[in-house]
């Protein structure tokens, strides 16, 4: 079993490779070319080629890791196809390999996949869409959503704080910022503006340019209102740098742990968390799709294929891989919609296609 073991990985890890070659060189292509019209519109900003190529370099780990599940799937179906077309596979049969050993060699290479999946979608992934990111508001302008920004909450002992920020600048530093202080009765307590910001390492921001407005209601009956300008002002709160770009970049965007500390901050302020909850879910589950999709190529060891029969399969286990990554797209959106449980709405394509590979197992490798 260990030489077959090394014959079965050795094939599908090229076959792999090969097709993750061929995709990143794809995406690749079309990327640099989207930049390099960014070139010509941002060239007096100092923009150039140089950092377009370095862009494009930096978005290659988040295509990498979308692509992970559908690679695994086209190269271990071409090699089950292949090895099938051949009559290699029958040799490894009459060799000793039965199903259930075959399913699990291919299981236990699957949780390769799965640990590989998971590294570049936690670690490698955000670090270097973040960083991308950052290079791209340097020079063709700042990351914002919409016209009113980015709001979040942070609920402290004394009171509520309604933070709105308009933009994340090149230099990782936060611009028009506004922050609305209530009391524990609900009544507006200060609103503070500045120009800028900088979050620092011990849970506070330091606010620069600063413009603060506070509301004093004496006896219950006489109010007061004080205006200060200020150079610049420490802010002690929790929230981080991760929960802002969690607010102003998409969710899937951070990792495990961050999201998780981000839905826990939400659910500490009363904040709804629906979306990053499906976004923590599908985090968790889509590396796990790599074990779907080496059982569901493997009953293409079990076929007979004639000349050339080989190449309508592959086409097929493409279509099959673009139509997972279109469900997990869209059951994602339809949970967030319906209100659905997060985890089930995360876990509804990878259950569909687990239930397809194993009917499959069953039909054509047991039963036939």
């Known amino acids: ?11 599908v890890i090229r076959a792999v490779a090969f097709v993750v070659l061929g995709f990143m060189s794809l995406f690749f292509f079309f990327d640099f070319v989207e930049e390099v019209q960014s ?32 690679a695994v799937l086209i190269g271990t179906i071409f090699v089950m196809a292949r090895l099938a077309q051949s009559s290699e596979y029958t ?15 291919l299981l236990a290479l699957g949780m390769a996949f799965v640990v590989l999946t998971f590294a570049i979608g936690d670690y490698a ?5 973040r960083e991308a990111q950052l290079l791209k508001a340097r020079y063709t302008g700042r990351i914002t959503i919409g016209q009113t920004g980015a709001w979040l909450k942070e609920k402290q002992p004394y009171g509520t704080f309604a933070v709105n920020v308009g933009e994340l600048a090149g230099d990782g530093s936060l611009r028009s910022v506004r922050i609305f202080e209530f ?21 506070a921001w330091l606010l ?13 009956t006489n109010a007061q209102i004080e205006r200060l300008a200020l150079p610049s002002l420490r802010w002690p709160n929790s929230i981080s740098t991760e929960m802002v770009s969690a607010a102003l970049l998409k969710p899937e965007r951070m990792n495990t742990v961050d999201l998780f500390q981000y839905i826990q901050h939400l659910h500490t302020n009363q904040q709804t968390a629906q979306r990053y909850e499906i976004e923590f879910w599908k985090k968790v589950f889509y590396p796990l799709s790599c074990l779907v999709m080496v059982v569901l190529a493997l009953p293409f060891a079990y076929l007979h294929f004639r000349s050339g029969g080989i190449a309508t399969y592959v086409f097929g286990g493409v279509m099959a891989g673009i139509s997972f990554f279109l469900l997990n797209n869209v059951f994602g959106y339809i949970g967030d919609l319906q209100n659905w449980q997060p985890w089930l709405a995360a876990a509804i394509p990878g259950i569909i296609y687990s239930v397809l590979s194993l009917t499959a197992f069953a039909w054509l490798v047991l039963r036939r």
């Not at 079993?1 to 094939?11: A, D, H, P, Q, V």
């Open 183 to 203: 009391d524990n009765h609900g009544l507006l307590a200060s609103v503070t503006q500045c120009k800028s910001a900088s979050i620092q390492d011990d849970n």
């Open 1 to 11: 079993m260990k030489t077959l073991r090394r014959l079965l990985y050795g094939e």
């Open 39 to 70: 070139v010509g519109r941002h060239a007096a900003t100092g923009y150039t080629l140089l950092h377009a190529l370095t862009y494009v370099v930096l978005m290659i780990p988040n295509h990498l890791y979308e692509l992970m599940p559908i």
């Open 125 to 129: 992934s955000p670090i270097a869409d």
């Open 208 to 220: 620069n340019g600063v413009s603060r407005t506070e509301f004093f209601i004496r006896d219950g």
């Open 91 to 105: 040799i490894l049969r009459t060799s000793g390999l039965d199903p259930w050993r075959a399913l699990k060699a």
